[in-house]
C-alpha cells in the first residue's frame, strides 16, 4: 500500500500505537521490531485490544482475506514516511532541537514559555530517536501553530535521519560535548552529527537558528544562516547574566541592549542551565511570548527523572543528577556544585558510559579535576571509576554502594549523585 492510501486510513483512526499493550479503540497498529521482540506477532492482539488496523511486514502473520491488515515492505520506514507525510499536509511550524546535554531540559522550557501564547506540541520525555520522533509527528493536530521536536544522536548519520523525517523550519543546537564518543569516535564526530541539523537548514534556504552566542563551536557552526543570538555579551536578541545559585538558578534577561531587565528564580538546579533557560526566553520572545508570562513559566517549570532534581531527605539534601553523564556534564556539574553555598558537601559519581577508546582517559581527567577542587567526601560508583588512580572510596556498582550506606549512613551532608542511568545511581536515593 503506497503512503497516500495509508495516510486516509491513519486520518479515520484515533492514533498510532506500537504497543500491543496499549492499543486505545480506533487506533492504528504499526508492528515495529526490537533486538527481543517482533512486533508483527503482536499484531492479532493489538486489534483485539482496539486497534482498527494493523501495519506489518511479514505475510506470515496475515490471515488470508483479512482487511484489517496491511502489509508493507518495512514497518518502521512505512511510520517515518507517514510522520513526513502528515508533517507535510498540516504544514504546522517546526522548531528542530539536539545538542550533547541539556536538549530535553530546553525543550521543556521552551514548550513552557511558548505554551502561553500558542498551541503546541513537543517531544514527550525523551521520545527523540528515529521512532520517537515519527510517533510525535503523527501526534500533530490542525490546531498546533507550533511543534518541538527533539533529536537524539548517539553515531554519525542520526539526526540526518531524523530531520529528513520532520523537516523543521527553525534549529537549535543546545552545545556540543564529549558523548556517545564509542559511536560518533571523536568530538569532531560529535560536531558533525549534530552540526546535521543546520545542514538541512542550509539546503532548506533562508533559515533561521537561535545560536547561544558564548558558544564558539555553535557559532562556528551555524555560519552562513540566520542566527538568532542570546547570550552574556550586551547586544545581543536576548542577552543575560546568572544572579544566584545557592541551590537554584537565579537569572537576569533583556531584549537588545535598551531591554527593561527581568529577573527569573527558577527550580533548576546549577548554572550550566543558564543557557537553556536563556534559550527559551530567546525563542518565546522571537514567536511572541509576552515577557512577564514567560518569566512565569520559567519560575514554575519543576525538573523531572532524575534530571538536576533537589531533594530534601530526613538526613540530607540531594542534588540527583542521575539520568545521563558524560565529561561535558560531569565536568559541568562538579564546578557547580564546588561554586554551591552548602555545608558538608559530598559527591558520589557514577561511571560515565558510551566514551569508547578515549573512557579510560576521560574518566581519569573527572577524578584529577575532584582533587583539583580539593573535595574530598567523594563516593565513586563502576569499573570504569575503580580503575582511576585515586584515593577515594569506590565500590563496583550502586548495589554494593547501597549495601555500604545501609552500615554507615551519611548524615548533615549536600550530596551530588551524578551518573550514567546504567549506573543505577538513582536506586541509592532510598538511602540518603
Known sequence: ??????????????????????????????????????????????????CTYAVVDEAEYVPAGDTHYILVENCLRTLQQLANHHRKQLGTCIIGITG??????????????????????????????????????????SRHDLAVIEMGASHPG??????????????????VGKAHLEGFGSLEGVIRTKGELY???RRRGNATVFVHHDNPYLMEMARGLKQVTYGTEEGLYVNGCITGNSPYLTFEWRAGKDGEWHEVQTQLIGEYNFPN????????????ADAEK?????????????RSQLRKTADNTLIIDAY?????????????????QAENKMLILGDMRELGKESAEEHQKIVDYLEECGFEDVVLVGELFAATRHTYPDYRDATALIAALQENKPCGKTILIKGSNGIKLSSVTDYL
Not at 530535553?104 to 525523551?126: D, M, P, R, W
Not at 513559566?297 to 525538573?303: F, H, I, N, S
Not at 553523564?325 to 561554586?339: D, E, K, L, R
Open 158 to 175: 542520526d539526526i540526518k535521519e531524523l530531520v529528513e523525517i520532520a523537516e523543521p523550519d527553525y534549529g537549535i543546537i543546545t552545545n
Open 100 to 141: 550533547t546535554n541539556g536538549k530535553t531540559t530546553t525543550k521543556e522550557l521552551i514548550a513552557a514559555v511558548l505554551s502561553q501564547s500558542h498551541h503546541i506540541l513537543y517531544t514527550q520525555g525523551n521520545l527523540n530517536n528515529h521512532i520517537g520522533v515519527p510517533l510525535t509527528l503523527l501526534g500533530l493536530q
Open 294 to 306: 514567560t518569566d512565569k513559566a520559567l519560575a514554575g517549570y519543576t525538573p523531572w527523572n532524575n
Open 324 to 340: 545521563n553523564a558524560n565529561p561535558t556534564s560531569m565536568m559541568a556539574s562538579i564546578g557547580n556544585f564546588g561554586n554551591m
Open 199 to 201: 545542514d538541512f537548514l
Open 1 to 50: 500500500m503506497d503512503i497516500t492510501s495509508l495516510y486516509r486510513i491513519f486520518r479515520e483512526c484515533t492514533c498510532v500505537s506500537t504497543d500491543s499493550r496499549n492499543c486505545p479503540q480506533g487506533s492504528l497498529f504499526i508492528a515495529l521490531k526490537g533486538e527481543n521482540f517482533n512486533g508483527n506477532a503482536f499484531a492479532a492482539k493489538a486489534l483485539e485490544q482496539g
Open 277 to 288: 533557560a536563556l534559550a527559551a526566553v530567546t525563542i518565546g520572545r522571537f514567536f511572541g
